[in-house]
């Protein structure tokens, strides 16, 4: 109801609807009543995400409604993307399942292991309409098959598939603002994982555990949940192979985001430490097990716990250090768009314009997904008369 409002009115709507005065929410948040005044007149932008979630709590909503997430999963290039279907293919039970399941011929492990992967790589392509429609299909062979074999080598494989799967639905659902869809789909993926007995997809799957949370504003359960997968290993497992090392590493990656949305400078800093010792330890940029691990992801994560901490002049001496050549589109574009955000707080704005407009020109779906990349693209068309700063605020829903 409120997605066509600017992100300031919409605050005002949620924060009178649950009938708070300007001082009153101010106080939530620890906030002087002047502080929301200037947020509800877009006079200062929320781009902290522990503000966001703060401000979401204390209004009682959820971010999504807070963010007024765009429509998203638009059709083209002949991709269909549906969360419902997706939404069926999670149940367990057929008759919530509906179609999914009926008349599906048996799939060889072989074709669904490449199905898994495919859908991984049109993940990290950033091609979210493209992936969404294929998921309801994957998740429902992933299913039948594991239905089908209940014992042996077969099933241990299987297993690992249905997890996987999962793990990239859950990954694309809190991409697109469909937290508690993505809570369904790790879950369950959980489950298998744990089956499976296999500790590389186990970790993968605690990994998008976390990141859900994160997604749902629980920074502190994320961190836990972070350092409790880490004690859980075997000593020294994490050393034993180049998967090992990535899906290891881009754990605490994933952790030292939650942590600094907790505000917390020692768990951060630990958090990098850990993934930083891994990364070196591999020491070179990899995509095992779709992790686009290795130095220059710790780098990006660098510039955006920065950025959360609202550490600016960090951030920009940290921006023209990483180097995201050879990472898949999705890492590219999220560095692009953090270096965008730098160069905006710090009042660079042809160099905030220059990298949203490669953020949005590398993944434009991804961008359309994310209210930052539309805020700042809202806030530098204002600041300029460049013709491309008006061209980004319109192709990511920022201005009509």
């Given at each position: 109801m409120t997605d066509h409002l600017e992100f300031g009115k919409r605050v005002r709507f949620y924060r009178k609807r649950r009938g708070l005065h300007q001082r009153q929410l101010g106080e939530l948040l620890g906030r002087s009543e002047d502080w929301v005044y200037r947020v509800e007149s877009g006079r200062i932008p929320v781009n902290n995400v522990k503000m966001l979630a703060d401000l979401a709590d204390a209004l009682r909503v959820p971010i999504e409604d807070l963010q007024g997430v765009p429509v998203l999963l638009e059709d083209h290039d002949g991709f269909a993307g549906s969360v419902p279907a997706i939404r069926a293919a999670l149940m367990q039970s057929r008759k919530l399942a509906g179609s999914q399941y009926a008349d599906r011929e048996p799939v060889r492990l072989e074709r669904l292991a490449v199905e898994v992967g495919d859908a991984w790589e049109r993940y990290q392509a950033a091609r979210f309409a493209a992936l969404a429609e294929r998921l309801p299909g994957l998740l429902a062979?992933?299913?039948?098959?594991?239905?089908?074999?209940?014992?042996?080598?077969?099933?241990?494989?299987?297993?690992?598939?249905?997890?996987?799967a999962c793990h990239v639905a859950a990954a694309l659902l809190r991409k697109i603002g469909e937290t508690n869809l993505a809570w369904t789909a790790v879950d369950q993926g959980e489950i298998a994982a744990i089956e499976s007995g296999d500790p590389v997809v186990l970790l993968s799957l605690r990994r998008g555990i976390a990141h859900v949370q994160l997604g749902a504003g629980m920074s502190a359960e994320a961190v836990n949940s972070t350092l409790d997968s880490a004690e859980d290993l075997e000593r020294d497992w994490w050393k034993s192979s180049p998967t090992a090392l990535s899906v290891y590493g881009t754990l605490f990656l994933n952790g030292s985001i939650a942590a600094a949305r907790m505000g917390n400078r020692s768990m951060t800093d630990y958090m990098i430490g850990k993934a930083q010792e891994a990364a070196d330890r591999l020491g070179t940029d990899a995509n095992e097990m779709w992790t686009?691990?290795?130095?220059?992801?710790?780098?990006?994560?660098r510039l955006a716990t920065a950025l959360e901490f609202q550490d600016i002049q960090l951030a920009v001496d940290i921006a023209p250090t990483v180097r995201a050549i050879g990472l898949p589109t999705e890492r590219r574009a999220r560095l692009?768009?953090?270096?965008?955000?730098?160069?905006?707080?710090?009042?660079?704005?042809?160099?905030?314009?220059?990298?949203?407009?490669?953020?949005?020109?590398?993944?434009?779906?991804?961008?359309?997904?994310?209210?930052?990349?539309?805020?700042?693209?809202?806030?530098?068309?204002k600041r300029t008369q460049r013709r491309e700063a008006q061209q980004l605020a319109v192709a990511l829903g920022a201005i009509v």
């Open positions: 062979d992933a299913r039948s098959a594991m239905n089908e074999r209940t014992s042996g080598g077969e099933r241990v494989q299987v297993l690992r598939l249905f997890a996987l686009s691990f290795g130095p220059a992801n710790v780098g990006i994560h692009r768009l953090d270096v965008a955000r730098a160069y905006g707080e710090a009042g660079r704005t042809d160099d905030a314009v220059d990298n949203l407009k490669r953020a949005y020109t590398t993944a434009p779906e991804q961008m359309k997904a994310h209210e930052f990349a539309r805020d700042l693209a809202r806030r530098l068309h």
